[in-house]
């Protein structure tokens, strides 16, 4: 059974800092392209923030590129968002999730508020 887990995710003020972390089970996340997503308010689609490919290379939704950053630790099986510079429209709820993504893979998120 895949769980994806994600953490990490919290109050900041604007221009700070989250690392947000996804531990994956039943799935290795090295050998599937993975993403991170993320859903402004209920009801509103989820949008895709960063992904990450088998092949390492990465891709950023215009509104996050050079200001997030998805990596991962295939020895820990966990995929990374490193939020930095972060804008009250940040505000979300944070989840990871194979690229494309599985219905059935979706987690409880982990909620980002970034406000003064």
């Known amino acids: 059974q895949v769980q994806l887990v994600e953490s990490g995710g919290g109050l900041v003020q604007p221009g700070g800092s989250l690392r947000l972390s996804c531990a994956a089970s039943?799935?290795?996340?090295?050998?599937?392209?993975m993403g991170w997503y993320r859903r402004q308010a209920p009801g509103k689609e989820r949008e895709l923030v960063a992904?990450?490919?088998?092949?390492?290379?990465?891709n950023y939704a215009d509104f996050v590129k050079g200001r997030f950053t998805i990596s991962r630790d295939g020895a820990k099986n966990t995929v990374y968002l490193q939020m930095n510079s972060l804008k009250p429209e940040d505000t979300a709820v944070y989840y990871c999730?194979?690229?494309?993504?599985?219905?059935?893979?979706w987690g409880q998120g982990t909620q980002v508020t970034v406000s003064s």
């Open positions: 999730n194979t690229y494309p993504f599985e219905t059935r893979y």
């Open positions: 039943g799935i290795i996340s090295s050998i599937n392209h």
């Open positions: 992904r990450i490919f088998t092949t390492g290379s990465t």
